[in-house]
């Protein structure tokens, strides 16, 4: 059985153990990343796609007097601020609408969003502000008739593509990544102390990983891997389940989405523009973690419903896909299972038998909870890291600035690169949205035949599916049409259509470079 020695195993390649590995690396440590799965297969692909404090979660601070919340979302604020500079090609601000019909309700929007645009402090990306009726009905033309509303801005990101660039980023600067490499069993020494991670991946193949400090980061899964470390652990996990729907019908044409400020049973809804297609979501529902990326018929009639309240010259609408992914919520003290209500934070665990576990949290803070279990990785190795060195996503240039300043220089640079076709600029934009400096370097090492565009809904292009299996890490159809290109989370009979395409492609690589890992991007 071969074996690998290192200063941290993180097990679990979603966001939160994506980010670990990144900052990791960042600062000096040699990291391994073990993935039973792809990367962002769980929950981290499967988000409502919003970098955001939470709405919700400020109003809920302040009608309970709860500070915890009121942190949350000043960190969540903090954050959204960073992704989008350090990302500016994957992620970009969008407004969102609160309908109002009484004045009482603006002055209300308007005072609770003033508050949320204060907490953002110099990371603010702009102010809310009051729309009339007719400025509403001109964004959302197909709304049911309001007085008008209150505009606020947050981010909208593509989560599966961020999760992959910063695990590959982590990986170009030495970290070892493995997909579809579960871990079976963890090693003691004879203290007791966890000082080992044996594998096994598709194949049957089993590795001994031993490193200094592993870290659990599996999200809805932390459970699992506790109480193989220690049976006697208790759970900390409540699994939530989101459900969302995709819609033909694009309900937010000016690109301004709306935020449903109470249902029946008390939440939110989004309803946001998504590849020229509408996002719904999302439901909140108590489940089981096997029951977690399962949407059932009753959360998508539930979300129908509401969209034929609001956009009711619609009705019906047709769904172009669906899915759902599970929160990783902590849970709470005593027998309230609310998941509404429970707070969106993140603890770092350390059991005595030295796994330290990362759980809870949001997408959005994913970077925080990063650092917070590099202080526990610290105090168990009792050494203090050092500064962490500059290392831009893969696609970013140092700076915001310098990123957007070459993605117009390689836009032009594109335009002649790509195939004429009416689709060009629509290619151009997804090729950058996707890859971001690392657009025109992919395009230009392919054959003219292999960058034609492959679909309507997401121009896609066979070279792109090339790379997708040669440089990351991509082993299935889903890997591909889900997760590296979203055409399966938008449009999934488009994705069944290229099926066929994308397996001859895998097959093609996988009798020539049989183990995907061991390409680097």
């Not at 000043?74 to 609160?98: D, K, M, S, V, Y």
């Not at 593509?161 to 600067?173: G, K, V």
């Not at 790509?418 to 997804?430: E, F, K, N, W």
């Not at 599916?465 to 488009?494: G, Y």
Request: glycine share 8%.
């Amino acid at each position: 059985m071969a074996e690998r020695r290192f200063d941290l195993l993180v097990i679990g390649a979603g966001a939160s153990g994506a980010s670990l590995a990144y900052e990791a690396v960042r600062r000096g440590l040699s990291v391994a990343v073990l993935e039973a799965s792809d990367i962002a297969s769980g929950t981290s692909s499967r988000s409502t796609k919003l970098l955001h404090g939470g709405v919700r979660y400020l109003e809920l601070a302040f009608k309970t007097l709860d500070l915890a919340q009121l942190n949350l979302v000043r960190e969540a604020l903090l954050e959204r601020g960073h992704w989008l500079r350090q990302a500016p090609f994957l992620a970009h601000r969008l407004e969102l609408a609160l309908p109002t019909n009484h004045r009482f309700a603006q002055a209300y929007y308007r005072i609770g969003l003033g508050m949320y645009d204060a907490l953002s402090g110099r990371q603010g990306i702009g102010s809310s502000r009051q729309l009339n009726k007719q400025q509403l009905q001109q964004a959302l033309p197909l709304l049911k008739p309001c007085q008008g509303a209150v505009a606020y801005s947050d981010g909208q990101f593509n989560d599966a593509r961020l999760n992959l660039l910063l695990a590959l980023t982590a990986e170009s600067a030495g970290a070892v990544l493995r997909c579809g490499c579960r871990v079976m069993e963890l090693e003691k020494d004879a203290g007791g102390r966890i000082q080992a991670a044996v594998s096994e991946d598709n194949t049957g193949t089993r590795e001994r990983w031993s490193a200094s400090t592993i870290v659990n980061a599996t999200g809805i899964g932390a459970d699992a891997i506790r109480q193989m470390a220690d049976p006697d652990a208790e759970p900390r996990m409540l699994t939530s389940r989101g459900t969302h729907l995709v819609l033909r019908e694009q309900l937010c044409p000016a690109d301004l989405g709306l935020l449903v400020p109470a249902t029946d049973d008390g939440r939110v809804l989004f309803m946001l523009p998504f590849f020229g297609h509408t996002l719904v979501g999302t439901t909140d529902q108590p489940c089981e973690q096997a029951a977690a990326t399962l949407p059932s018929a009753d959360e998508e009639t539930y979300l129908l419903d509401y969209v034929s309240r609001w956009f009711p010259s619609t009705s019906p609408v047709s769904v172009t896909s669906r899915w759902a992914g599970g929160r990783p919520l902590l849970r709470p003290a005593g027998d309230e299972l609310d998941s509404s209500r429970v707070v969106r934070e993140h603890d770092v665990e350390t059991l005595p038998c030295g796994l330290i576990s990362l759980m809870g949290g949001k997408w959005t803070t994913c970077r925080p909870m990063a650092l917070d279990t590099l202080q526990a990785v610290e105090r168990q190795s009792s050494r203090t890291f050092p500064q962490p060195q500059q290392l831009p996503l893969l696609g970013a240039a140092g700076s915001i600035d310098a990123t957007r300043s070459a993605l117009e220089t390689q836009r032009v640079q594109l335009q002649t690169l790509l195939p004429d076709t009416r689709q060009q600029d629509d290619q151009i934009a997804h090729l950058q949205a996707d890859h971001g400096l690392l657009a025109a370097p992919l395009i230009e090492a392919a054959k003219p035949a292999m960058r034609e565009p492959l679909s309507s809904v997401i121009p896609i292009c066979e070279a792109e599916i090339h790379h997708a299996v040669q440089r990351e890490h991509a082993r299935s159809c889903e890997d591909v049409l889900a997760r590296r290109f979203r055409l399966a989370m938008v449009d999934n009979a488009e994705a069944q259509r290229l099926t066929g395409m994308v397996q001859g492609v895998l097959d093609q690589v996988a009798s020539t470079s049989p183990i995907n890992h061991q390409l680097k991007p």
